[in-house]
């Protein structure tokens, strides 16, 4: 495991309950839910520049490198299309949708740390 890994289960978990008790509150997306899916976003743009430096620097993915960098391309898509999902619809619903963010780019976050050791 490394940093980066570990930066996306903290900000991801953290990014799920804020989600996940506004949701249960009954509110709509606010800014406080949708920054924090925009910084699980963050924290995969600076794992991605991570990876690419590493990757420049000589280091060898263990796994598949498509697999890796399929993984990390959808892990990317999918905070955007919540927080897009959520502009345009402003019920609690979409705090639903924001929490299954962090958890879904977590479990990507660690099958990429798989592929990549």
């Known amino acids: 495991m490394d940093g980066y ?10 990014s799920t ?3 996940l008790v506004a949701g249960l509150m009954k ?3 606010n800014d406080p839910t949708i ?3 925009l910084a699980v976003e963050v924290v995969l743009l600076v794992y991605l520049v991570g990876s690419i430096v590493r990757v420049a620097l000589g280091e060898q993915i263990a796994g598949e490198p498509w697999e890796f960098w399929g993984y990390m391309l959808t892990a990317l898509i999918i905070p955007l299309g919540a927080v897009y ?4 619809e402003r019920t609690r619903w979409s ?3 924001l929490a299954a963010v962090g958890v879904t780019v977590l479990v990507m976050g660690a099958r ?6």
Not at 5 to 14: D, P, Q, S, T
Not at 85 to 88: D, E, K, Q, Y
């Open 5 to 14: 890994f570990y930066a996306l289960l903290i900000v991801g978990l953290v």
């Open 17 to 19: 309950i804020l989600c």
């Open 27 to 29: 509110k709509a997306p």
């Open 35 to 37: 920054y924090s899916v």
């Open 85 to 88: 999902w959520a502009i345009l």
């Open 95 to 97: 705090n639903f949708v």
């Open 112 to 117: 990429m740390n798989q592929i990549w050791y």
